[in-house]
């Protein structure tokens, strides 16, 4: 089945202890994205990838690194996670970034920072 | 600086009734636009994007969208809402995807 996973699903931390969250697709898609939804605030894009080794920011990458060593792999890293990070996280990907081509997400992963 | 507007938090709508999802956008070039779906406690599900072509764009689940150029609008619309059809939705733009700010989806039995 095509999809995009991300781990964990849920996750409570504290302030300043490193956290991965990771994301695989099983698509073989080029394009992967990290986004942070808010209420309010609909969802904002934190990083962006085009292929293996390429990454750049979107619009909020403050505070948040990320990886992409394997296509199908998109770890968002938070080196010292703030309370402002407490969000729901999703993972996309697609085959590319032409033409509309159609992104499709994970399933959230939801992160409280105290 | 390219953006989209959904003008309205919560549409509440009867079962069998039509349903409207607004949407505004501005963006420079030709649009790409999209309609996500967020149900609880679960992911965004595609329902159909507009490219090119014909204004009326089918998706699933009987949703439609009409793009208006003139108005820089692309509303969902389905003629006959269901209490399943409750959900957050989300307009987009361009293929990076710039989301609204979500419209919550009330239909009522």
């Known amino acids: 089945e095509a999809q995009v996973t991300q781990n964990p699903r849920y996750l409570i931390t504290v302030t300043g202890k490193k956290l991965t969250v990771t994301c695989s697709q099983n698509?073989?898609?080029?394009?992967m994205s990290w986004y942070r939804q808010d209420p309010g605030l609909g969802l904002r894009q934190i990083y962006y990838s085009m292929n293996v080794e390429v990454t750049d920011k979107g619009d909020v990458p403050e505070g948040y690194k990320v990886s992409r060593k394997e296509k199908r792999n998109f770890p968002l890293i938070l080196e010292s996670p703030s309370p402002n990070q407490t969000s729901l996280y999703f993972c996309?990907?697609?085959?590319?970034?032409?033409?509309?081509?159609?992104?499709?997400f994970g399933p959230g992963t939801r992160l409280t920072v105290l | 600086a390219q953006s989209v507007a959904q003008p309205e938090d919560q549409v509440n709508v009867a079962e069998g009734n039509p349903l409207t999802v607004k949407c505004t956008y501005s963006?420079?070039?030709?649009?790409?636009l999209f309609w996500y779906v967020q149900y609880p406690n679960r992911g965004l599900q595609f329902l159909l994007k507009?490219?090119?072509?014909?204004?009326l764009v089918k998706g699933s689940y009987g949703f439609e969208a009409e793009f208006n150029k003139s108005q820089t609008s692309f509303h969902l619309k389905k003629p006959s809402a269901l209490v399943s059809d409750s959900a957050l939705y989300f307009c987009?733009?361009?293929?990076?995807?710039?989301f609204g700010t979500g419209t919550r989806l009330q239909v009522f039995p």
């Open positions: 698509m073989n898609h080029e394009y």
């Open positions: 987009a733009v361009t293929d990076k995807l710039i």
């Open positions: 507009y490219i090119t072509g014909d204004n």
């Open positions: 996309a990907s697609s085959l590319g970034l032409s033409l509309g081509d159609t992104q499709y």
């Open positions: 963006v420079s070039g030709n649009p790409y």
